[in-house]
């Protein structure tokens, strides 16, 4: 009987990158479309100038604070 070799089907992670980078603009227009028809652009400008003076500070503000904390755990159990 002769055994089977399992095929494996990976992706890089450049290709990876690469489709990711080109789906961008089609899901972006799915997504942002609808909802410029069903509300209107003023809408969408208010949400997209609120998102960038308040959530992506904070959220970036909150990664570096993550990360530190994940620092300073890692240096008080460190033995060397």
Same mark, same amino acid.
């Given at each position: 009987?002769?055994?089977?070799?399992?095929?494996?089907?990976?992706?890089?992670? +450049?290709?990876?990158?690469?489709?990711?980078? %080109?789906?961008?603009?089609?899901?972006?227009?799915?997504?942002?479309?609808?909802?410029?028809? %069903?509300?209107?652009?003023?809408?969408?400008?208010?949400?997209?100038?609120?998102?960038?003076?308040?959530?992506?500070? %904070?959220?970036? +503000? +909150?990664?570096?604070?993550?990360?530190?904390?994940? +620092?300073?755990?890692?240096?008080?159990?460190?033995?060397?």
């Amino acid at each position: 009987m002769e055994e089977k070799v399992p095929m494996e089907y990976t992706l890089g992670f +450049g290709r990876v990158n690469l489709i990711a980078f %080109i789906l961008i603009i089609p899901i972006t227009a799915i997504l942002l479309l609808p909802f410029v028809w %069903i509300w209107d652009y003023e809408t969408f400008k208010i949400g997209k100038d609120a998102f960038s003076d308040y959530f992506l500070p %904070i959220f970036v +503000g +909150g990664i570096i604070v993550h990360e530190l904390l994940h +620092g300073l755990t890692w240096g008080s159990f460190d033995t060397e």
